[in-house]
């Protein structure tokens, strides 16, 4: 596993199987979730929790999500309030990431949606804690190739599961008073929340309460200019709906959940360019949407910011 390429496995059953033999002795394995790829460990060994920060260059304060198998599994590690086992039943297996109690702490938790995490989750018969699989700060991955990129040899294993169907990450929910706050908008766009949980709290500004919501996060090499209308010189432009001079499209007919699957993907090759920026049209705020412009909003912050 030391040459670069060589950690990249189609994820069948032998390479899943040796995957969860990875985690149960302290390893990384990077997978794919149907929102982005996971750099996973053992989330009930420290040590190999601490290899997680160490390989992103994550800072120590920023935590980390618990993927279970399902609630059943969920429920022997955290314990839920009312709200959020409500939201649990309604939207697991999903991409929605509940922030929960823990003896004192309080922990991230999802059930995802995808069934090579899920196999894994089963061979490996423990909870796996997976930040995106990123260098801290960099867009997310949304390929076993992007997480190579990023990350090389410092994982153990790249289950490749192809590209990641939703592209954007979960929707991470916390609690302030019993009632649900949106900490990052995600891949389960705010409507479908607050159809079942009415309307969503903002939360509390006094902390950092969750270190995706650091101003630069999810940035491309190359500056971002958002709501751009075309390309000025030396830029690259990145269209949504009917564009002309569009270097990539990403929804010619203007599809949000399209724009989410391909934006992260988009952003790496129109970075690849060495552009003088990445000028980005407009992208309409409602649904997906908000997401979406989290993530640029993110991309294009400057980077004195960054986390
Ligand atoms: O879709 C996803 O959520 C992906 C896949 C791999 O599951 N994971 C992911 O993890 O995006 P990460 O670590 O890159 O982003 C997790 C977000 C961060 O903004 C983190 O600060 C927040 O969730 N978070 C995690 N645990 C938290 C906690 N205990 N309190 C507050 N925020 C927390
Ligand atoms: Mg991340």
């Given at each position: 596993m030391n040459t670069v390429a060589a950690n990249i496995r189609a994820a069948d059953a032998s390479a899943i199987a040796d995957a969860a033999k990875i985690l149960r002795d302290g390893g990384l394995v990077a997978f794919p979730t149907e929102t982005v790829y996971g750099l996973g460990a053992?989330?009930?060994?420290d040590r190999a929790v601490a290899a997680i920060f160490a390989a992103k260059e994550r800072p120590r304060f920023n935590p980390l999500i618990v993927h279970v198998a399902d609630m059943e599994a969920a429920k022997r590690i955290v314990v839920f309030m009312p709200a959020a086992r409500w939201l649990a039943e309604r939207?697991?297996?999903?991409?929605l990431s509940l922030l929960v109690s823990a003896g004192l702490d309080t922990v991230a938790v999802r059930v995802p949606d995808e069934s090579i995490a899920q196999n894994l989750l089963a061979a490996a018969e423990v909870p796996i804690a997976a930040p995106s699989?990123?260098?801290?700060?960099e867009i997310s991955p949304t390929t076993a190739e992007h997480v190579r990129q990023s990350l090389g040899d410092k994982v153990d294993l790249i289950l490749d599961?192809?590209?990641?169907?939703?592209?954007l990450e979960s929707t991470v929910i916390g609690f302030e008073h019993g009632k649900p706050v949106l900490l990052r908008p995600g891949s389960i766009p705010r409507v479908k929340i607050e159809s079942v949980a009415g309307p969503l709290g903002h939360p509390a500004?006094?902390?950092?309460?969750?270190?995706?919501?650091?101003?630069?996060?999810?940035?491309?090499?190359a500056k971002v200019r958002l709501n751009a209308l075309s390309a000025a010189p030396g830029e690259v432009l990145l269209a949504f709906g009917p564009a002309t001079g569009?270097?990539?499209?990403?929804s010619p007919k203007g599809d949000l959940e399209e724009a989410a699957a391909n934006l992260f993907a988009m952003l790496r090759r129109l970075d690849a360019e060495e552009p003088r920026a990445i000028a980005v049209m407009p992208i309409p705020d409602h649904g997906l949407g908000e997401a979406i412009n989290d993530r640029l909003r993110r991309a294009a912050a400057p980077r004195s910011l960054r986390a």
């Open positions: 053992d989330a009930t060994n939207f697991w297996p999903g991409a699989a990123n260098a801290s700060g599961g192809g590209p990641t169907r939703l592209g500004y006094d902390t950092i309460s969750s270190p995706g919501q650091l101003a630069s996060h999810y940035a491309p090499d569009a270097t990539l499209n990403l």
